[in-house]
């Protein structure tokens, strides 16, 4: 049973979770960390099959991995390049009709509008708005980071996985970005104040099972993983202030 949950955990799931959900977790993680991907970690990779074989061996399927070998086996050599070349083809000509010299007669006859952008850091430098870049809701956080401590006092782990269960039930079913915020900064607080220790840790609120189903609320919201690393990070910063702040009022 404990190797059930921290395969579970590897994935980033809660125990019990549905074939389903394992195959999805699976697939989201072996494509985020595959060795053959730029800034992918071997490691992970092996240690996200293995607890994928794991949960899939369990259901007594003929192969584990039977409808995922294209995702984890060599890749082999084949035309590629030429699909690459095409959409970068199609994308150059997209942006130059609508943002090259053409852009304005384009548009009088009915050709779409670039979408709005912003800028962000130096003038001149313009890129798309990320929900992610959004600011944080702080009620929420601090709110949730109030829960997270309460609840920790009581030792109650079964409550503060509940806690965390329910808020990303709810985060599933109707992605925002407040939601996202609650769910995320009572999962920091969690792990801070409980102080675990990433190199053995296992379980609901373990450092990969935390990240991981964060991540995957977030990506109803934004398919850009670096923004959402991004805010996950400002979040559990802002987690950190509001603990110590919380510690030395309590002393």
Wanted: proline fraction near 6%; charged fraction near 25%.
């Amino acid at each position: 049973m404990v190797a059930d949950a921290s395969a579970y955990a590897v994935l980033g799931l809660d125990p019990g979770a549905d074939a389903a959900s394992i195959e999805q977790a699976y697939k989201r993680l072996i494509k985020e960390y595959h060795p053959d991907r730029f800034g992918g970690d071997s490691s992970r990779a092996a240690e996200i099959t293995g607890a994928y074989r794991e949960l899939r061996a369990q259901r007594n399927l003929r192969d584990p991995l039977e409808l995922n070998q294209d995702e984890i086996g060599p890749r082999r050599p084949g035309r590629a390049w030429l699909l690459v070349a095409l959409l970068l083809a199609i994308a150059a000509i997209a942006l130059l009709l609508t943002q090259g010299p053409l852009s304005p007669a384009l548009q009088d006859y009915g050709w779409p509008r670039s979408a709005p952008t912003r800028a962000i850091g130096h003038p001149g430098v313009t890129l798309r708005a990320d929900p992610m870049d959004q600011p944080l809701y702080e009620a929420q956080i601090g709110s949730a980071t109030g829960q997270a401590f309460r609840l920790s006092r009581t030792r109650d782990e079964m409550t503060l996985a509940k806690v965390s269960r329910d808020c990303h039930r709810s985060l599933r079913n109707g992605p925002s970005l407040s939601q996202l915020d609650r769910c995320a900064a009572f999962d920091a607080a969690v792990i801070k104040l409980q102080d675990r220790d990433p190199l053995r840790d296992q379980g609901p609120f373990s450092e990969i099972a935390v990240t991981g189903r964060i991540r995957a609320g977030a990506s109803a919201l934004s398919d850009d993983p670096v923004a959402i690393d991004g805010r996950i990070e400002r979040i559990r910063r802002r987690v950190g202030e509001a603990l110590a702040l919380t510690a030395t009022e309590a002393r």
